[in-house]
């Protein structure tokens, strides 16, 4: 990185973090600092909206996802948009009519305290180790750029974000998120063209897409009933469905951002945008790790784009034989080169049996270079076994810094920490929120003053900002992080969507039966990850997350079903006559 990259990233990060502060100094009450004064606008709802989803994780882990397995990955939105018609239809009513700070506070009118409390519990947990994540997540950029250690970085990065959030609140989240989005996508935009205008001279737009596409990069649609694959489109307008509604409907800090709206038709319209332009959005960042496959078919790259692998692997005594892999795959590079340009020419020339030899040899090239990167895993678990081997998620991160001009560095470093800054500050908002307003305001006798629960609530989202920190500093990178996200979250999402859906839908349904049965139904989904989705030690899957979300919400949804039967009907059988 050169003094014009750290300009930029630092200049970045200091505005994000002085304007958050400047623009929501003084936030006197409970109303102001959880609700942002119920003013905002629906397109400053919509980017808030979109900005918390996007965190860091989103820009470091999904180019390498497609780069590694192409477009699938997108099915897994494409249950958003319907998720987000009924929760505008449901949800949204519901809560702006009954004026609720927190999406669990309802459930306490509908059922009973305890009902609360547990929904409460379950979304601290789970959004705590996210936290956590989304703060490692950056971490592991800057880690790869400075070389320091992780931990430190955490907690740099971690205080960042503590101090305007605590400072300023909801309000202070939604006003910097306007100014993230927008470097955002500024950032994908330049970086994408920027692939583009540096490949060879023949090879355009639509040549690079069939050139991906040769090497299966984009196959977008599995209609298969696969229950075993993570991503099909029956698994993305299912569980994809089921775990949206639950992520948008019922996590503060998704709700918390559209519950500022001035109206209840602003929040519904911003919710409109996101359903409108999430899958866009998703799809584009997935065709920028495209492009990134397609740049390195004429470039070389590492055998493993972790470069803490390569230099545990270096400094072992396998260090000869690693150099050997090197030396296979440089051959390898030019044969996939030269493969590439007998494919690009057989397009120009429309020649059908030649595009099928060369999109057969690509293919055949690309089982040979597979090989060698599960090759040099297996050397560098061999030479350390505590070094991270799957690489995934540092693919997007070598490519920034080995290949982007001066400058264009450090905007895309800001890119990356700023989707991990309005992420982070959205959970910890949300956790702080929930641990104040669910719990410590509701089980403390005694009447406070306002300004006491902005306190209680500053004090809570700090505490958080340092449980995330710590999370952190333990984290690991398990498959891919933007998967891992997903798999904690639909965990308890499941459980939790149930919940309010027996709330809204089954008025019959009393808060005996949804306890116990919230409760039941959160050993079994942890009963069925361990044994059919934890990959360690089988190393095999035999269902895909995506599925928890929908079992956990029909399987609450059915025992407490159950429990309010056996207690109408047996312990409580109706008076006759």
């Known amino acids: 990185m050169g003094t014009l990259d750290w300009i930029i990233l630092g200049s970045t990060l200091l505005f994000i973090v002085g304007y958050g502060v400047w623009r929501t100094k003084g936030s006197k009450s409970v109303h102001d600092y959880v609700r942002s004064g119920s003013d905002a606008k629906w397109w400053t709802i919509g980017l808030s909206v979109m900005a918390t989803q996007a965190s860091a994780i989103t ?18 939105y494409f249950g958003l948009p319907l998720a987000m018609i009924i929760i505008c239809m449901v949800f949204v009513p519901i809560y702006h009519r009954l004026k609720v700070y927190t999406a669990y506070e309802f459930l306490e009118n509908r059922f009973d305290l305890k009902t609360r409390s547990l929904a409460a519990i379950l979304f601290l ?48 989240v939604s006003v910097t998120q306007k100014q993230q989005m927008f470097i955002i996508m500024l950032g994908m935009f330049i970086t994408f063209f920027f692939i583009l205008s540096h490949l060879p001279t023949d090879i355009s737009l639509g040549k690079a897409m069939k050139i991906a596409g040769a090497s299966n990069k984009l196959e977008i649609l599995d209609f298969s009933f696969d229950t075993k694959s993570r991503y099909t489109f029956w698994s993305g307008i299912t569980g994809g469905l089921f775990l949206a509604l639950a992520y948008f409907g019922t996590d503060q800090s998704q709700v918390q951002r559209y519950l500022s709206g001035r109206s209840l038709r602003e929040s519904q319209l911003g919710l409109i945008f996101n359903a409108i332009f999430k899958i866009p959005m998703q799809f584009f960042i997935l065709l920028v790790g495209v492009m990134v496959f397609v740049f390195y078919q004429y470039n070389s790259s590492p055998l493993n784009f972790n470069p803490a692998a390569t230099s545990a692997i270096m400094e072992s005594n396998y260090a000869d034989d690693y150099l050997i892999l090197q030396e296979g795959q440089r051959k390898l590079e030019e044969e996939k080169k030269m493969a590439q340009n007998r494919f690009s020419s057989a397009l120009d020339l429309k020649e059908y049996t030649a595009i099928e030899e060369a999109k057969q ?49 450090g905007l895309l470093l800001a890119v990356i920490l700023s989707a991990a800054m309005s992420s982070t500050a959205s959970e910890l908002n949300a956790l702080g929120t929930i641990t104040a307003l669910d719990l410590y305001k509701r089980n403390k006798r005694g009447d406070f003053s306002e300004a006491h629960y902005v306190k209680a609530t500053k004090g809570f989202t700090l505490l958080w900002g340092i449980i995330a920190i710590g999370v952190a500093s333990i984290a690991n990178l398990f498959d891919n992080l933007i998967q891992l996200v997903n ?3 639909s965990i308890f999402y499941g459980n939790v969507l149930g919940i309010f859906l027996l709330a809204f839908f089954f008025k019959f349904i009393k808060g005996n039966a949804v306890f116990s049965a919230a409760i039941i139904t959160q050993f079994i989904i942890f009963i069925l990850f361990y044994s059919l989705i934890f990959i360690y030690p089988t190393g095999e899957e035999k269902l895909g997350y995506l599925w928890l979300n929908f079992i956990g919400a029909a399987l609450v949804i059915l025992i407490a079903f159950i429990f309010e039967a056996f207690d109408r009907f047996l312990i409580k059988p109706p008076i006759k006559g």
């Open 59 to 76: 820009f470091l882990s999904t180019p390498g996802q497609a780069f590694h397995d192409g477009m699938g990955f997108v099915q897994f």
């Open 487 to 489: 798999i904690i979250g």
């Open 361 to 409: 040899q690509i293919i055949s090239l690309n089982t040979k270079d597979s090989t060698n990167r599960a090759a040099a895993r297996d050397l560098i678990s061999k030479a350390d076994s505590v070094v991270e081997t799957n690489d995934k998620d540092y693919v997007f991160i070598h490519f920034i810094l080995n290949n982007l001009p001066k400058g264009l560095i």
């Open 125 to 172: 947990i789970q959004r705590g180790l996210a936290a956590g994540i989304t703060i490692f997540a950056p971490s592991i950029i800057l880690s790869a750029v400075l070389g320091w250690d992780l931990r430190t970085l955490n907690i740099i990065i971690g205080v960042l974000v503590i101090i305007y959030t605590v400072s300023g609140g909801t309000r202070a």
